[in-house]
């Protein structure tokens, strides 16, 4: 391999990994828009016109936010989506991509609800930015688990920090993040 086939070779990965790296990004903003109740955040995770097969709904972005949001404000205190494995196929400005999740939710009544799934994501890039043009939730299991106290809840000055907040109020939005306790330990 001559020294302008290997350069054009690592230039051709890096392209391939800024990619795979701006459509990771793009499932972030969707599962933190979903989890701090960002309606902006959860829709730029999507192009307009795209589709999505979640429970009982295929429909728009829009939609299904409007359908999930007060589920999940009015059946549970917190939420995490949760991503794990990810495999991504580019194919010059479409993809396809396969992200496993696991959710987590503290139900109102102190019990806790957990899933596990996998979104398939068709991603199209336009205008130079990856988005999902059509999802599909594969949910493959669900179950409770045994409510326990959260750990710290003694501790009189933990929340000084912030709340965990499912709003732009959350502590993850403040810029500058800084420390709002005194210094010391137990």
């Not at 899933?115 to 205008?127: I, K, M, S």
Request: with cysteine.
């Amino acid at each position: 391999m001559t020294t302008e086939s290997a350069a054009n070779d690592n230039y051709a990965r890096l392209a391939t990994l800024l990619d795979r790296q701006d459509i990771y990004d793009c499932l972030v903003r969707f599962s933190r828009g979903m989890d701090r109740f960002d309606r902006e955040l959860f829709l730029s995770a999507f192009h307009d016109d795209a589709l999505l097969s979640a429970g009982e709904y295929v429909a728009g972005p829009a939609e299904i936010y409007d359908w999930a949001q007060p589920l999940h404000e009015h059946g549970q205190v917190a939420t995490q989506h949760n991503l794990l494995n990810h495999s991504c196929e580019i194919d010059g400005d479409s993809a396809h991509s396969e992200i496993y999740y696991l959710f987590i939710g503290r139900n109102r009544d102190d019990s806790n609800w957990l899933a596990g799934g996998r979104y398939l994501d068709r991603f199209e890039r336009r205008n130079g930015e990856w988005k999902i043009a059509y999802r599909h939730n594969v949910i493959e299991w669900s179950g409770s688990a045994p409510s326990l106290p959260i750990p710290f809840a003694e501790v009189a000055d933990l929340h000084l920090n912030g709340l965990s907040l499912r709003n732009k109020e959350d502590p993850s939005y403040w810029r500058p993040l800084t420390n709002k306790r005194p210094l010391g330990a137990p």
